[in-house]
């Protein structure tokens, strides 16, 4: 799970520091740790974001759109997929406003460049865009486009992670002086 500093404040002050919240990169070994929780939660980005997209592509086949409107409506409903797929958990720990806010920081760049990735590739493709579910093409594209998504969405999620595990150490700090 990915938290900011504000959300590990939160949880601390609601007395949930037994759940060890936000002390798991120092857990095994500093970084190996982050990539693990980033690799966690890029996973659940790809997951969240391609069941949106994959939703809104067939709407717009479904109502006979241009492709134009067909993948402004999947990609739309990719980051918002996506972005529930975050938040959802986040209530658990934290109020909407806060978990909208966590989400947003933590999720954007990531859905962004998968979006960027998975799009790219589907147009150099030939015939991509017009394979059946049924097509080897489709299942062949796919099997390019998730694992080039996941690895664009890996970096800019580490970043991201690595960004709000900085403002935490350095709060800590701040508050132990």
Same mark, same amino acid.
Not at 6 to 35: A, T, V
Not at 99 to 119: F, K, L, P
């Given at each position: 799970?990915?938290?900011?500093?504000?959300?590990?404040?939160?949880?601390?002050?609601?007395?949930?520091?037994?759940?060890?919240?936000?002390?798991?990169?120092?857990?095994?070994?500093?970084?190996?740790?982050?990539?693990?929780?980033?690799?966690?939660?890029? #996973?659940?980005?790809?997951? !969240?974001?391609?069941?949106?997209? =994959?939703?809104?592509?067939? %709407?717009?086949? $479904? *109502?006979?759109?241009?492709?134009?409107?067909? #993948?402004?409506?999947?990609? !739309?409903?990719?980051?918002?997929? =996506?972005?529930?797929?975050? %938040?959802?958990? $986040? *209530?658990?720990?934290?109020?909407?406003?806060?978990?909208?806010?966590?989400?947003?920081?933590?999720?954007?760049?990531?859905?962004?460049?998968?979006?960027?990735?998975?799009?790219?590739?589907?147009?150099?493709?030939?015939?991509?865009?017009?394979?059946?579910?049924?097509?080897?093409?489709?299942?062949?594209?796919?099997?390019?486009?998730?694992?080039?998504?996941?690895?664009?969405?890996?970096?800019?999620?580490?970043?991201?992670?690595?960004?709000?595990?900085?403002?935490?150490?350095?709060?800590?700090?701040?508050?132990?002086?």
């Amino acid at each position: 799970m990915f938290y900011t500093p504000q959300s590990i404040l939160y949880c601390k002050m609601l007395g949930d520091e037994h759940n060890n919240i936000g002390h798991e990169h120092h857990s095994s070994g500093g970084s190996s740790s982050l990539r693990w929780q980033t690799a966690k939660h890029a #996973l659940r980005c790809l997951i !969240g974001c391609n069941i949106g997209e =994959g939703i809104g592509a067939a %709407i717009g086949f $479904m *109502l006979g759109w241009d492709m134009i409107s067909t #993948l402004v409506l999947a990609v !739309g409903l990719a980051f918002a997929v =996506g972005y529930a797929f975050t %938040i959802i958990p $986040m *209530l658990k720990m934290m109020p909407v406003r806060q978990a909208a806010r966590v989400t947003v920081v933590g999720d954007t760049a990531s859905i962004a460049a998968m979006e960027i990735a998975e799009n790219s590739i589907v147009f150099v493709i030939p015939s991509f865009m017009y394979a059946a579910i049924t097509d080897a093409l489709f299942w062949l594209g796919l099997g390019i486009i998730l694992p080039a998504g996941y690895a664009t969405a890996y970096p800019a999620m580490y970043w991201a992670m690595k960004r709000e595990q900085k403002k935490e150490e350095g709060m800590q700090a701040h508050h132990s002086h």
